[in-house]
T-cell receptor
Framework: GDSVTQMEGPVTLSEEAFLTINCTYT??????LFWYVQYPGEGLQLLLK?????DKGSNKGFEATYRKETTSFHLEKGSVQVSDSAVYFC??????????FGDGTTLTVKP | NAGVTQTPKFQVLKTGQSMTLQCAQD?????MSWYRQDPGMGLRLIHY???????DQGEVPNGYNVSRSTTEDFPLRLLSAAPSQTSVYFC???????????FGQGTRLTVV
């Protein structure tokens, strides 16, 4: 079945540091890929997405590229801020309504 | 815009009690899903629906029932609560597999 593997966390960075959160997936077909962010006490919200190979999703300085050859969708940001502290989830969709999520990576950014 | 609304936000149940978690969306989305979130385990799919009158099981369906009588509502029923069902429950809706899911604020359930 489908699966998503995220780098183990938590991750602690200083403000303005470079961020990478690794995500690899296993799927039988051609899934769409997503990064969601969750702030304390809230539901998940979309950060960015890519629907086909070599697509790059971007939002709020975050980027991720759909790499079919390495089955990866790594999240990057060049300069993190304290306000980026949250839990980040990588997810895939092969069937509508039936998303598969990674375990989540907690990011803490210190001033 | 209300989006996806879940009620209640918090609930404490005794073992063996039953209850219904409510979920409603006002975006006319065809697809709706229920997930549970446990520490270190991400979100796991309980049940999902591809339209009114159609539901199917996800990864962890045991102990839960769902129905979808309207496009807007997708309630989740716990038949006989167990401590293992202590979790945070999220309802989500979407329009297709290339589009993002919209999540409710979650229901934090504790079974004692």
């Amino acid at each position: 079945g489908d699966s998503v593997t995220q780098m183990e966390g938590p991750v602690t960075l200083s403000e303005e540091a470079f961020l990478t959160i690794n995500c690899t997936y296993t799927a039988t077909g051609y899934p769409s890929l997503f990064w969601y962010v969750q702030y304390p006490g809230e539901g998940l919200q979309l950060l960015l997405k890519a629907t086909k190979a070599d697509d790059k999703g971007s939002n709020k300085g975050f980027e991720a590229t759909y790499r079919k050859e390495t089955t990866s969708f790594h999240l990057e940001k060049g300069s993190v801020q304290v306000s980026d502290s949250a839990v980040y989830f990588c997810a895939l969709n092969e069937i509508a309504g039936k998303s598969t999520f990674g375990d989540g990576t907690t990011l803490t950014v210190k001033p | 815009n209300a989006g996806v609304t879940q009620t209640p936000k918090f609930q404490v149940l005794k073992t063996g009690q039953s209850m219904t978690l409510q979920c409603a969306q006002d975006m006319n989305h065809e697809y709706m899903s229920w997930y549970r979130q446990d520490p270190g385990m991400g979100l796991r799919l309980i049940h999902y629906s591809v339209g009114a009158g159609i539901t199917d099981q996800g990864e962890v369906p045991n102990g839960y029932n769902v129905s979808r009588s309207t496009t807007e509502d997708f309630p989740l029923r716990l038949l006989s609560a167990a401590p293992s069902q202590t979790s945070v429950y999220f309802c989500a809706s979407s329009t297709g597999r290339h589009t993002e899911a919209f999540f409710g604020q979650g229901t934090r359930l504790t079974v004692v």
